[in-house]
């Protein structure tokens, strides 16, 4: 079946540190890919999505590239800040609407 | 207001009470779902609905009972609730159903079962 596996938080970090947030799956066909980030007390927002292989979404600094070889799309950004703490879900589509999420990994930078 | 408003915020309820939550969206969406979230557990899709229609619903519990009176509004009211039902539900919207556009969530509603 379909599935979505993301790295255990919480991922701690010092502000203007490279941040990598691993995410794989497995899934027949091919999915479409996001990174969705919740920040306190916030909805989901979306962050980023690729829709076909070697595709690379970009958004806010972050970026993932859909590595179909590897199945991963792994989020991330070269220099972090204070208000980058949240967090972040990987998901991927698998019809028109139905989405498999990961647990979430939580994110908190440090000044 | 703008985008997906959720109330109450929180809510505490014993297993006897019945409460319902409301999900407003401003978005002229045609499609609204209701999901639950656990910690560390992935979302989980619990009811979709589009143009008023009902048209997925994953085996949740009967004590959860979704209500879409127009394509604005969603409610979900709870009944005999346990207290594994504790967790943030998310409403969210989305242009169209079919189509694959963007989920739009609101704040959620963060429910404790005592």
């Known amino acids: 079946g379909n599935s979505v596996t993301q790295m255990e938080g919480p991922v701690t970090l010092s502000e203007e540190a490279f941040l990598t947030i691993n995410c794989t799956y497995t899934?027949?066909?091919?999915?479409?890919l996001f990174w969705y980030v919740q920040y306190p007390g916030e909805g989901l927002q979306l962050l980023l999505k690729?829709?076909?292989a070697d595709d690379k979404g970009s958004n806010k600094g972050f970026e993932a590239t859909y590595r179909k070889e590897t199945t991963s799309f792994h989020l991330e950004k070269g220099s972090v800040q204070v208000s980058d703490s949240a967090v972040y879900f990987c998901?991927?589509?698998?019809?028109?609407?139905?989405?498999?999420w990961g647990a979430g990994t939580k994110l908190i930078i440090k000044p | 207001e703008t985008g997906v408003t959720q109330t109450p915020r929180h809510l505490v309820m014993g297993m006897t009470n019945k409460k319902s939550l409301k999900c407003e969206q401003h978005?002229?969406?045609?499609?609204m779902y209701w999901y639950k979230q656990s910690a560390k557990k992935p979302l989980e899709l619990m009811f979709v609905?589009?143009?008023?229609?009902?048209?997925e619903n994953n085996s949740v519990p009967s004590r959860f009972s979704p209500e879409c009176p127009n394509s604005s509004h969603l409610f979900l009211h709870l009944h005999t609730l346990q207290p594994e039902d504790s967790a943030l539900y998310l409403c969210?919207?989305?242009?169209?159903?079919?189509?694959?556009?963007?989920?739009?969530f609101g704040p959620g509603t963060r429910l404790t079962v005592t």
């Open positions: 969210a919207s989305s242009q169209d159903r079919d189509r694959g556009d963007e989920q739009y």
């Open positions: 978005l002229g969406h045609n499609a």
């Open positions: 609905y589009s143009l008023e229609e009902r048209v």
């Open positions: 899934a027949t066909g091919y999915p479409s």
């Open positions: 690729a829709t076909k």
């Open positions: 998901a991927l589509r698998y019809s028109n609407y139905q989405l498999i």
